[in-house]
């Protein structure tokens, strides 16, 4: 959404813009987007019987709690393997816990799941969960299967502020920022569904092996709670996921693309869908905030883009939109000279969306055009689009109850 509170990028030379991005950028726009994030934080995980939930907690506020009724920090590390590496959800089951000190922390503590309201699985095997938090809101979760591995799809915020044209969820508002213990939940849940448990070693041979956080909501603007859940989920000792595995997708949340490459080091993606600041104005209204030329500047200097490590630019094909053979080309030159590769997704359809799918040949020749130029740029089969799963479709009935300012 247009915010006449930031400070133009144009204020700062351009040279300096070059030298010193992160400068460029300022620490106050940065500042004012996690001040916006905190005004829709998730209420405080504790469960019904007012026990802490462990789930989310970073290691050291794991020690932390333990200091806290009298244990040594061992205790978290036993308890960080327990919940993260063998998927136990009771204390009862942690047999290398005393009886005694098991009885201590569930008077204390839970290590919770969300509640799963609904589960459908698609005839393509692609499942979708509804999950519903403590406080009654609900956010969908979608595990995409292919082959002997799969990626899950996870939320970060309850609806989303950005209202792209083309999403389903675009039409929710944003009720509120989903915590790290429930960005974690989902994964975890998502392993129950599939019994992966305990972690299998290595990354191979995985049926839930990836995390794409292209769910609901900008998780760009949910940062703090995305990173800490991520760097739960990235630790060796637990769930054990690579960076090389994880990929974020914004759209464009420039100021914290840094921070996101520098702290995390995760694959980027970003939902570009379109080549003129005109059209992607309209159809991704966070590109009046930062245009084309800023968003593509953050990608070239993301760290560890390479070859091996390539961007990925998602692109909606919309009928008589954004799906010329004039657009491929000039797709091509945006991103010349940059590690990329380019997803087409045929659009998929929700009730009451305003554009229709681009017809299959004119799919095929503008991946023609971008493949022709040395971009990878493979036509995205939609998946579990009969249970409204596939991307840009979901949408849960949750609305938000409280007055808070307006968008992030
Ligand atoms: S595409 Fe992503 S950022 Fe845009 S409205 Fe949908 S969920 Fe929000």
């Known amino acids: 959404m247009p915010d006449d509170t930031r400070t133009p990028l144009k204020a700062f030379p351009r040279a300096e813009r070059a030298m010193a991005p992160e400068a460029a950028l300022t620490a106050e726009e940065r500042a004012r987007i996690l001040a916006k994030a905190a005004a829709f934080a998730p209420p405080p995980a ?52 005393a009886r005694p000190m098991q009885v201590r922390l569930a008077e204390a503590f839970a290590v919770g799941r969300p509640g799963v309201a609904a589960e459908q699985t698609s005839v393509d095997g692609t499942r979708k969960w509804l999950f519903r938090w403590r406080d009654g809101q609900q956010v969908e979760t979608v595990y995409i299967p292919d082959d002997d591995r799969g990626a899950v799809c996870i939320s970060t915020q309850v609806g989303c502020t ?15 920022n989903l915590g790290a213990a429930e960005i974690v939940g989902q994964f975890l849940a998502a ?26 909501g900008e998780p760009l603007y949910n940062y703090e709670n995305v990173a ?17 595995r994880i990929t974020l997708s914004t759209s464009g949340v420039v100021p914290m ?37 800023e968003l593509l500047a953050a990608c070239r200097r993301y760290p ?27 797709l091509v030159r945006l991103l010349r000279g940059m590690p990329a ?15 229709e799918t681009s017809r299959p040949e004119q799919v095929r020749r503008f991946a023609e055009i971008v493949n022709a ?27 938000r109850k409280r007055a808070t300012a307006g968008g992030a």
């Not at 599939?194 to 972690?199: A, F, I, Q």
């Not at 800490?228 to 090389?244: C, Y």
């Not at 921070?259 to 005109?278: I, M």
């Not at 939609?382 to 479709?393: F, M, N």
């Open 46 to 97: 504790v469960d019904e019987a007012g026990r802490r939930e462990l789930v989310g907690l970073s290691r050291e506020e794991l020690a932390e709690a333990m200091a806290g009724i009298g244990e040594k920090p061992f205790r978290a590390k036993q308890l960080w393997h327990w919940i993260y590496h063998q998927g136990a959800r009771d204390f009862a089951a942690m047999t290398t816990i």
């Open 162 to 176: 950005l209202s792209c044209t083309f999403c389903h969820t675009g039409t929710q508002r944003l009720v509120r």
């Open 191 to 216: 392993r129950d569904s599939y019994g992966e448990w305990p972690t299998p070693k290595g990354e191979e041979g995985r049926k839930l092996s990836n995390i794409v956080v292209m769910g609901m």
């Open 228 to 244: 800490k859940a991520l760097t739960i989920l990235m630790d060796h000792e637990g769930v054990a996921l690579s960076r090389r």
């Open 257 to 293: 693309m840094d921070r996101c490459g520098a702290e995390l080091g995760v694959n980027l993606a970003v939902s570009l869908h379109a080549v003129t600041d005109e059209l992607r104005n309209e159809i991704v209204p966070l590109n009046r905030k930062y245009p084309i030329a």
């Open 304 to 330: 560890g883009a390479s070859n091996a490590r390539r961007i990925t630019f998602e692109y909606v094909m919309l009928r008589g939109v954004n799906d010329s053979e004039g657009e491929a080309r000039e």
């Open 341 to 355: 590769k380019v997803n087409l997704i045929p659009f998929n359809p929700w009730p009451g969306s305003p554009y």
């Open 373 to 399: 130029a040395g971009y990878s740029s493979p036509i995205r089969r939609p998946r579990g689009s009969d249970i409204l799963a596939a991307c840009g479709q979901l949408k849960t009935d949750s609305e």
